[in-house]
């Protein structure tokens, strides 16, 4: 995480829109951020001239298992916000969560699908506004996972406890499910990261599940989620591991925007994406959720903030300088 945020401080020299003795309240937001109406995200600039208003977009998503195939199977989804909102539209690949945000943050990318663990990193370092989250299907809820882990179905672990000493992935540091979460949780199940195995990042979800699978680690924490449109498309079979934690749910990431778009941007970026019906491919690949539903940040990513602070990881440039400190 203090690697991220030193590239996007390396990286990006912009003047703070707010400066110091004109914000009233910034609570966990860097600099460059005010938090007036206490909302926990930036607000809007008060100067009509800073509003961004770009005749082309740009559209992006925290990596996930398969970049290609995300990619195409998001594209009627950026066909039809390019239609409804009446611009150029583009779809932007990154490899990583750091660069992500770092897009957003230097204006670069204007919205983005964002995951768990990124969407409040998001909020603090970039600017991101979450507007929306992927839900729908018979209740109408916002789509949840759990963090779980796994082993290999014929190996000997069956609790963490039993992992003591063994080579255990993470997914990256910004990750919930894949590194904050289980910062936070395992300790009460009888290990703990760091000090009961040493942490081994995978990079991404994938990348951990088949690691375990091949045996290159002997277990992994992911979300379950993406172990499930992993069995759904074949590349996991059901007989080849065991679970043996699963973890209350969190929400399943979240759309976002930038803080300083052109209110009427903002707007239609808005109800174009709530109004858009997913496609069958969509609707199976993320469990029946068929559609965007509106999500509150405050009360949605309670639970999200809570296990971030526990885990120890940084979500913001007060919490990396706050932790640098007592190194």
Not at 174 to 182: C, E, L, V
Not at 299 to 319: C, K, M, N, T, W
Request: aromatic share 8%; glycine share 8%.
């Amino acid at each position: 995480m203090f690697r991220i945020l030193a590239a996007i401080s390396l990286a990006l020299i912009v003047l703070p829109a707010w400066p110091a003795d004109s914000c009233p309240h910034r609570g966990d937001l860097d600099a460059m951020y005010c938090d007036e109406d206490r909302d926990l995200m930036a607000d809007a600039p008060k100067d009509p001239a800073r509003f961004r208003n770009p005749a082309s977009l740009l559209l992006s998503y925290s990596p996930q298992e398969d970049t290609a195939a995300y990619e195409k199977m998001w594209a009627p989804f950026v066909g039809h916000m390019g239609q409804c909102v009446g611009r150029k539209i583009r779809f932007f690949q990154v490899f990583s969560s750091a660069a992500a945000v770092e897009a957003l943050r230097s204006g670069r990318i204007q919205f983005s699908l964002l995951a768990t663990g990124d969407t409040p990193f998001a909020v603090n370092v970039a600017g991101a506004v979450p507007y929306a989250g992927i839900g729908g299907g018979k209740d109408k809820k916002l789509l949840s996972y759990h963090v779980v882990v796994l082993v290999k179905h014929d190996s000997p672990f069956r609790k963490l406890a039993d992992l003591k000493g063994k080579r255990v992935a993470h997914t990256a540091a910004s990750s919930n499910s894949g590194n904050m979460a289980p910062r936070a949780l395992f300790p009460a199940e009888g290990l703990t990261p760091d000090k009961d195995y040493k942490v081994i990042y995978s990079g991404k979800h994938d990348n951990s599940i088949t690691g375990v699978l091949r045996g290159d680690y002997d277990a992994a924490a992911v979300a379950d989620d993406v172990l499930d449109r992993m069995l759904t498309r074949g590349l996991v079979k059901p007989g080849d591991y065991r679970v043996i934690y699963k973890s209350q749910p969190f929400p399943a990431g979240s759309m976002v925007l930038a803080h300083d778009l052109d209110p009427a941007l903002a707007g239609k970026l808005r109800s174009c994406t709530l109004s858009y019906p997913f496609s069958a491919e969509l609707t199976t690949a993320f469990q029946g959720a068929d559609r965007f539903v509106p999500i509150d940040y405050r009360q949605d990513f309670v639970a999200v903030r809570a296990v971030a602070r526990l885990s120890g990881e940084a979500i913001s440039r007060p919490g990396r300088d706050r932790k640098d400190a007592g190194k």
